[in-house]
């Protein structure tokens, strides 16, 4: 038996060799038929045909040959046709004397249009190619392939919508292709091959010649330069296209990528080192599954380059838009970014001027997408957003923004509500100017000065430092830091054990998120929460963790309320503090208080709306409050209830002390020239 199977592997080692030999010697024997002796060559003269079953030696065949006569050739055109490739095909030009990769420039021509998603057009099959690339370039020098559909062997596994949107950074499963740091499976490398093999063993298999893949890591540490794709359709990839993956060259600067389509590509756009300058990827539909749309860091050395993306139309299943930690490196651009249905927008941490402009995200919902929620649909650091709009499409619910150590600027941008953001970092902060919320012609922070009727006031901000002129009564002048506060449902600093409760003809599951748990709690904590509150969640050391949910339903009678759409990462048995977040709105009022009364009476409305002020979630902080037995957030409260008949007003908590005629005013406001 031993025997036996020595022979097979003897024989299967000598048919492979033979089967590579044969290809070089096909390669270096193709020779083209009627070549005019300048201008562009037709690849059918080097053989290339849909018929064959393998068209490697011949596209290998006519890029080796332009290479070798660059002054006279450089394109190369293709027909419609469906080719199919077995092995990658790479443009290069190497000068062993030198030992190093020399520049070349070869133009490849297909047929695809833009309207060729049905499979018409020029399509490029390397489905059975599951531990290399399609098409590599070399140290090219202003190449340029356009007009072809590339397809791939990666195939998206079958998830629900909430196990897809709960899946982190670099989560995409690889099935069988190779996901390896320096020589990951992808359509098109920029520089596939560095100085020397690297340390993952780089990309295995041979080229269309019958060379082994593992024979180009050789030669120095330059790379391409002005490489230019377009018309590009990508399907079924685990990456689309990446650049510099080998972890041992620089250059592959100027790309532009442009017009391109990506459909079940799990990481569309990868760059992987520092000189990647003034690339950009635009004119980008992306749909179909996919995981991340653009990333640095991931692979190859590991560092951002200076990227530009801009019109991108996102939709069908789509995870992740940006994975870009820039650090000190190298500033990246983005603008007009259509996106419905994304799970989050993702992480983009700078401190070096990053914009993201022009754009349009419509998150997933809740029930699908409750991780993120958690974790934050936009996170980092650094990062000045202009003329953007965030939202949950129909919903009216807070985003949640994790801003980390550093600052966030958001200008000009429009949020559903305000978003929830963590307070509690000693460094990290969102600033808000002149942002629209929910519809309301109000401004969060204004540029300049602003002048409204009396009844508007409570459809303005606290936030700011700026006035506002109420007509005929006076200026409000605000300088709160904050755009919104958590109420704590319990003022005790109570915490929750949340842990996964099976509700009666509810069926749960902790490996998914969207959960929904029943919260006992006492007539106290019932009185301060409404349906459809969102709750955030801080730890034992009083630090926020994200949203917790959202309370679908309220049951006086059984004293419990339900939260909805729990992520599964905070269904652990941990104990948590639960606070209600609620933004800060304008207004002014006199009142009489009671102590041991939840109840202000003989209410005088001096500026603003109450009931307006309700339907905001009615929080207020104020100094001229004070309840002796809140050990924790004693100068905030929320009105539940406001009588206009008898001028009432029905506050979450009861009073200290007994005073007539008290001005309420929201956070330090002060309202002057009464």
């Known amino acids: 038996m031993k025997i036996s199977f020595a022979i097979i592997a003897f024989l299967t080692v000598v048919c492979l060799k033979a089967q590579n030999k044969s290809s070089r010697v096909l390669v270096d024997t193709i020779k083209p038929a009627n070549l005019s002796p300048y201008g562009q060559i037709d690849l059918e003269q080097f053989g290339v045909d849909p018929g064959k079953p393998d068209n490697s030696p011949y596209l290998q065949a006519a890029f080796n040959y332009v290479v070798s006569h660059n002054s006279q050739y450089t394109t190369l055109r293709v027909h419609s046709g469906h080719y199919r490739f077995l092995h990658s095909v790479l443009m290069y030009n190497y000068i062993a004397s030198s030992n190093v990769y020399w520049p070349f420039t070869i133009i490849l021509e297909g047929d695809n249009t833009y309207s060729s998603a049905d499979g018409s057009g020029t399509v490029f099959d390397f489905s059975t190619l599951t531990n290399s690339f399609g098409i590599g370039i070399q140290g090219g020098k202003g190449c340029i392939i356009r007009g072809i559909k590339l397809i791939g062997a990666w195939h998206p596994p079958k998830l629900t919508p909430t196990e897809f949107y709960n899946s982190g950074y670099g989560t995409a499963p690889a099935g069988n292709c190779r996901n390896t740091r320096f020589s990951p499976s992808s359509a098109i490398v920029i520089d596939p091959f560095g100085p020397r093999v690297p340390s993952d063993g780089g990309y295995q298999g ?313 919260i006992p709690c006492n007539s106290d904590e019932l009185h301060r929460v409404r349906k459809g509150d969102v709750l955030v969640a801080h730890n034992v050391k009083g630090i926020m963790v994200g949203v917790a949910g959202t309370i679908t339903s309220i049951d006086s009678s059984a004293k419990t309320f339900v939260l909805g759409y729990v992520p599964k990462e905070i269904i652990s048995g941990q104990n948590y503090a639960l606070a209600v977040w609620l933004p800060l709105m304008n207004i002014c009022f006199s009142g009489n208080t009671t102590a041991g009364s939840s109840q202000i009476t003989g209410v005088k409305i001096i500026a603003g709306d109450l009931s307006r002020f309700i339907l905001w979630g009615g929080l207020m902080q104020t100094n001229v409050f004070n309840c002796s037995q809140d050990a924790y957030q004693s100068h905030i409260m929320r009105i539940t209830r406001w009588d206009p008949v008898n001028a009432t007003l029905t506050i979450d908590r009861p009073c200290s002390k007994t005073q007539a005629a008290v001005i309420f005013v929201n956070t330090d406001a002060r309202l002057e020239g009464l």
């Open 206 to 518: 041979s080229d269309g010649s019958g060379n082994p893949l593992s024979s180009y890591y050789r030669g120095g540490m330059n790379g391409s330069t002005g490489i230019e794709l377009s018309g590009i359709f990508f399907a079924n990839w685990l990456i689309g296209l990446i650049t510099s993956p080998n972890g041992g060259t620089f250059n592959a600067e100027l790309l532009h990528a442009h017009h391109l389509q990506f459909q079940n590509v799990a990481y569309a756009v990868q760059g992987c080192q520092p000189e990647e300058k003034l690339n950009e990827v635009d004119h980008v539909e992306c749909w179909g599954v996919t995981y991340l749309c653009f990333g640095t860091g991931m692979y190859g050395m590991g560092n951002p380059g200076n990227w530009h993306l801009h019109h991108w139309n996102i939709a069908g299943w789509v995870n992740i838009f940006v994975y870009n930690i820039q650090g000190g490196y190298f500033q990246s651009q983005f603008d007009h970014i259509y996106a419905e249905n994304i799970g989050r927008l993702g992480y983009i941490s700078s401190s070096i001027g990053t914009e993201f402009g022009e754009s349009v995200f419509d998150f997933a919902n809740y029930s699908d997408a409750s991780y993120h929620y958690l974790n934050g649909q936009i996170t980092g650091q650094g990062v000045h957003y202009v003329n953007d709009q965030f939202r949950y499409y129909g919903l009216y619910t807070p985003i949640t923004i994790n801003n980390l150590n550093g600052p966030n600027y958001f200008e000009n941008t429009y949020f559903d509500a305000v978003p929830v953001y963590n307070t509690d970092y000693p460094l990290g902060n969102c600033y808000f100017s002149h942002c629209a919320v929910g519809g309301t012609s109000q401004l969060l922070n204004p540029a300049g000065p602003q002048e409204i009727d009396n009844t508007q006031l409570s459809n303005t901000f606290c936030y700011g430092n700026r006035e506002i002129l109420i007509k005929g009564l006076g200026t409000l002048k605000t300088t709160c830091a904050r755009v919104a506060a958590s109420l704590p449902i319990n003022l005790n600093q109570k915490t929750y054990q949340l842990a996964p409760v099976e509700m009666p003809g509810t069926k749960t599951s902790p490996s998914r998120g969207g959960q929904m748990l029943v």
